[in-house]
């Protein structure tokens, strides 16, 4: 007897798991929509929490620590102003931009 009633209990709810599953297929697409939106709606609000956030002084000052400072050979300075020194067309130049920076 509790065999027939435990069968009778299974078949009610595989009925009624099946009528819910039958409903949720109808609003599927809907679900899908409200949940992309929701997920897009986040990331956009992630990305304007990460957007505001600023570096920390500690942070700052162990990038600028950590920077390394650009190193020109003294040769190559004093080859680039012989250059320059031996140039008349590269000299008027220099004398132009010196005079007047913002000139067109």
């Known amino acids: 007897m509790s065999d027939n009633k435990l069968d009778s209990e299974l078949h009610k709810l595989a009925g009624e798991s ?18 992309v939106a929701c997920l897009y709606g986040f990331v ?5 929490v990460l957007n505001a956030m ?12 950590a920077a390394r400072l650009p190193h020109i050979d003294q040769s190559v300075v004093n080859q ?3 250059l320059r020194d031996n140039s008349v ?4 130049l220099f004398d132009q931009e010196r005079n007047n920076p913002f000139q067109q």
């Open 89 to 92: 067309n590269v000299q008027a």
């Open 54 to 65: 600023q570096p920390t002084p500690d942070a700052v000052t162990s990038q600028v620590k």
């Open 18 to 35: 099946s009528a819910f599953i039958h409903r949720l297929q109808r609003y599927g697409l809907v679900m899908f929509l409200v949940l």
């Open 44 to 48: 956009l609000w992630r990305v304007n």
């Open 80 to 82: 680039l102003e012989t």
